[in-house]
């Protein structure tokens, strides 16, 4: 069976710093990742998506994310933070086959200060 | 474009009441989910409707919930009767399908979500 693990649930940042989220994925097939933002008050929305091809991700806002498939691993990274990444971030994968079926991580709060 | 839309925003229920939700996705999508996201936690697929048949309700608590798609648009997510634990946010998202590389692909677009408070 799938599942994510995020291992922050919390990080607090100040603005201008880098930033590196963590996301390991339990699969033994090919699988999709993708990471998903939530603004305070707002709907979720996707970051970025890896199918396949180039393991570096680019996504909206800045945020990049690499797959690294020896570690299991898809960690979401902005090089400068902005007071507005303040946001809930959401890991999540599905099977390479058929339907996706998203299954999420836990998520991590992300804080930045001015 | 219209993005997806839930209502209600916000319920509160005493245990054993029953409730509904109600999910209008974005036009000409085929795909609808509706997840579960207890506080703390991230959204856990509930069921997926392709049109208004079911793919996937493999984490329905059957005995106590059900969703129908009519007519392969709207949706209604019921709960009959509540517990405690059914505290939740309740998300609807759909997604247009694409297929590529020999699978279903498409981003999946999600809704404001329903709030759940159970007494």
């Known amino acids: 069976a799938q599942s994510v693990s995020q291992h922050n649930h919390h990080v607090i940042l100040s603005e201008a710093a880098s930033l590196e989220l963590g996301c390991n994925y339990s699969?033994?097939?090919?699988?999709?990742l993708f990471w998903y933002v939530q603004y305070p008050g707002q709907h979720l929305q996707l970051l970025l998506k890896?199918?396949?091809?180039?393991?570096l991700v680019k996504g909206i806002k800045g945020f990049e994310a690499e797959f690294i498939k020896s570690k299991f691993s898809f960690n979401l990274r902005k090089p400068s933070v902005q007071w507005s990444d303040t946001a809930e971030y959401f890991c999540?994968?599905?099977?390479?086959?058929?339907?996706?079926?998203?299954?999420f991580g836990t998520g991590t709060r992300l804080l930045v200060s001015p | 474009e219209a993005g997806v839309a839930q209502s209600p925003r916000y319920k509160i229920i005493e245990k054993r009441q029953s409730v509904a939700f109600w999910c209008n996705p974005i036009?000409?999508?085929?795909?609808l989910y509706w997840y579960q996201q207890i506080l703390g936690q991230g959204p856990k697929l509930l069921i997926q409707?392709?049109?208004?048949?079911?793919?996937?309700d493999s984490q329905l608590p059957k005995d106590r919930f059900s969703a129908e798609r009519l007519k392969g648009v709207d949706s209604t997510l019921k709960i009959q009767p509540a517990k405690l634990e059914d505290s939740a946010v309740y998300l609807c998202a759909s997604s247009l399908d694409q297929l590529a590389g020999g699978q279903i692909r498409g981003e999946q677009f999600f809704g404001p979500g329903t709030r759940l408070t159970v007494l």
């Open positions: 890896y199918f396949s091809g180039d393991p």
């Open positions: 999540a994968s599905s099977m390479n086959t058929g339907f996706q079926k998203l299954v």
């Open positions: 409707f392709q049109n208004n048949g079911v793919v996937d």
């Open positions: 699969y033994g097939g090919t699988v999709n």
């Open positions: 036009s000409g999508h085929a795909t």
